[in-house]
């Protein structure tokens, strides 16, 4: 099963990414480049697997790039919330 079937574990996989990309000192800049690069590869490579990443994929289709770095710099404070609770 891929990390991208279950909601919850994909969010647990980018936590803990982006745990691992902080404790290597990458900037917030850079975090916000490839969250914004990831999300760019997954609407345009990947199939939605389930509700929310439809909804995502809905949104990024509509938004235009500055949307969508709002998007992706949303998943990673989505992320990083739920890893301080």
């Known amino acids: 099963m891929s990390v991208l079937d279950n909601w919850e574990q994909w969010k647990d996989f980018?936590?803990?990414r982006l745990?691992?990309?902080?404790?290597e000192g990458m900037s917030e800049n850079v975090v916000s480049d490839v969250a914004y690069q990831v999300g760019e590869y997954l609407a345009q490579q990947?199939?939605?697997k389930n509700e929310q990443e439809r909804v995502l994929?809905?949104?990024w289709k509509v938004a235009d790039e500055n949307?969508?770095?709002a998007?992706?710099?949303m998943m990673v404070k989505l992320v990083q919330n739920e890893?301080?609770?």
Do not use: C, K, Y
């Open 19 to 23: 745990n691992q990309a902080t404790e």
């Open 46 to 48: 990947v199939d939605p």
């Open 71 to 73: 998007i992706a710099n």
């Open 14 to 16: 980018l936590g803990n």
């Open 67 to 69: 949307e969508q770095h």
């Open 57 to 59: 994929a809905e949104l």
């Open 83 to 85: 890893g301080n609770q």
